[in-house]
């Protein structure tokens, strides 16, 4: 896209990209969350949208949990779904330790992740 011609178009054509753009990356990184280990998706991807798959994963997996909750009265859905949760926290915790981590950048986004 060319910056020419009133500023205030180009601007709404330049947000609409944009938008377009991060919707692209953002239906991407939903279907990857489910199908990549979690260190390679969060490897792939800029902080807010691992943040985003993370967030994904967590909340697919406790409704799943709730709604066979409602359906067998059993709290073993339930604390299964709660325990693969955890282990996504592990996980980032063992990155956040893992000296082989020498990029700053990665790091605080690895920290970032744990934070939030």
């Known amino acids: 896209m060319r910056a020419e011609g009133n500023i205030e178009d180009w601007l709404y054509k330049l947000e609409k990209e944009m938008q377009k753009s991060m919707k692209g990356i953002c239906k991407k990184a939903a279907q990857d969350?489910?199908?990549?280990?979690?260190?390679?998706?969060?490897?792939?991807?800029?902080?807010?949208?691992?943040?985003?798959?993370?967030?994904?994963?967590?909340?697919?997996?406790l409704q799943e949990a709730l709604s066979k909750g409602k359906k067998t009265e059993k709290q073993t859905d339930l604390d299964k779904k709660k325990k693969d949760n955890d282990n996504i926290m592990k996980e980032l915790t063992a990155m956040c330790l893992d000296e082989s981590?020498?990029?700053?950048?990665?790091?605080?986004?690895?920290?970032?992740?744990?934070?939030?």
């Open 101 to 116: 981590i020498k990029s700053k950048l990665i790091r605080t986004k690895i920290e970032t992740l744990v934070t939030i």
């Open 33 to 61: 969350c489910y199908s990549m280990p979690l260190r390679e998706f969060i490897d792939n991807y800029q902080s807010q949208v691992a943040l985003l798959g993370i967030q994904f994963l967590w909340t697919s997996r």
